[in-house]
């Protein structure tokens, strides 16, 4: 049986391709963005493709979106939450409502989508399905000039980890957060937000110029990052959370050897703070 995918911000970069990745390999795509009149993919038609109208910020579009795939298609196998944004400047150069619109569509937008979901997987028959939340290297370390940014994939990545152990197993709900590092789509191009005015003790830094110069010159291929989204997709045992790109892969292990280093240099200080005679439960 075909699964349906239904995969948020479709119209260009990851969403894009992994349409296309999903239809290539005979599943069933539901494609939504805020403009749905402008997707346009090979191969489709009335049994393997449908378009919908998602601003991931509004509830009734999420819960429109999710009745209309299911009136069609019976019910959703894969949700991949992959509309998001980026923002880039240094954090006192950003205005409060920078701040907010971020953390609103690539956090509050994602768990909106997340929780509507969970219950429709929960609740079809058989039910499950995995939900793959696409955040970023970035939601691993903090990146100069991407303070919020950072912090909306971090919550994303917490946020998604605590929720792999609520759910029921018997629901048969699974999690997997895909970090991608530098790929050549249009976030670090058009679709970046920059900040209004800048601070003029930050001259030593000019986020619009460094993310100019680094567009078109990442390590990943768009393409082949959808490729491996729709292998993790279709695995029966999806990993929590999995770095995809060279320089992502790169970046992880240098957090991981880091975070060992640091723990371990501390562990004296991190163990004194137990009451005295304390004995962990069995």
């Known amino acids: 049986m075909p699964r349906v995918f239904f995969i948020t911000g479709t119209s260009t970069g990851f969403g894009f391709h992994l349409v296309e990745e999903v239809l290539a390999h005979g599943d069933i795509a539901v494609?939504?963005?805020?403009?749905?009149?402008?997707?346009?993919?090979?191969g489709t038609n009335d049994k393997n493709f449908l378009a919908l109208k998602l601003d991931v910020t509004k509830n009734e579009n999420i819960?429109?979106?999710?009745?209309?795939?299911?009136?069609?298609?019976?019910?959703?196998?894969v949700v991949v939450n992959n509309a998001g944004y980026g923002l880039s400047g240094v954090f006192e150069e950003l205005t409060e409502q920078q701040v907010r619109t971020q953390m609103e569509v690539n956090f509050f937008g994602l768990t909106r989508v997340t929780k509507k979901?969970?219950?429709?997987?929960?609740?079809?028959?058989?039910?499950?399905?995995?939900?793959?939340?696409?955040?970023?290297i970035g939601g691993q370390r903090g990146v100069p000039t991407f303070s919020i940014y950072c912090a909306s994939k971090?919550?994303?990545?917490?946020?998604?980890?605590?929720l792999s152990h609520e759910v029921k197993p018997?629901?048969?709900?699974?999690?997997?957060?895909?970090?991608p590092g530098g790929f050549r789509t249009?976030?670090?191009?058009?679709?970046?937000?920059?900040?209004?005015?800048?601070?003029?003790?930050?001259?030593?830094?000019?986020?619009?110029?460094?993310?100019?110069?680094?567009?078109?010159?990442q390590a990943g291929d768009p393409p082949k990052g959808a490729k491996?989204?729709?292998?993790l997709a279709v695995m029966k045992d999806p990993p929590l959370r999995v770095v995809i790109g060279s320089d992502a892969y790169k970046a992880i292990l240098g957090k991981i050897e880091a975070y060992g280093e640091n723990y371990k240099?501390?562990?004296?200080?991190?163990?004194?703070?137990?009451?005295?005679?304390?004995?962990?439960?069995?």
């Open 31 to 42: 494609a939504t963005a805020r403009k749905p009149e402008s997707l346009n993919f090979k």
């Open 63 to 77: 819960d429109s979106a999710f009745k209309s795939a299911l009136d069609k298609f019976g019910r959703i196998d």
């Open 117 to 136: 979901a969970m219950e429709v997987m929960r609740e079809q028959k058989p039910s499950g399905g995995l939900i793959q939340q696409v955040t970023s």
């Open 154 to 162: 971090w919550a994303v990545e917490g946020f998604t980890e605590a």
């Open 170 to 179: 018997e629901w048969g709900i699974k999690f997997t957060c895909v970090e």
């Open 186 to 217: 249009d976030w670090a191009g058009r679709s970046m937000s920059f900040p209004e005015k800048r601070h003029p003790a930050y001259d030593h830094i000019d986020a619009k110029k460094q993310m100019g110069q680094r567009h078109g010159t």
């Open 228 to 231: 491996a989204m729709y292998e």
């Open 265 to 282: 240099k501390y562990e004296k200080i991190s163990n004194s703070t137990d009451v005295d005679g304390y004995k962990p439960p069995s």
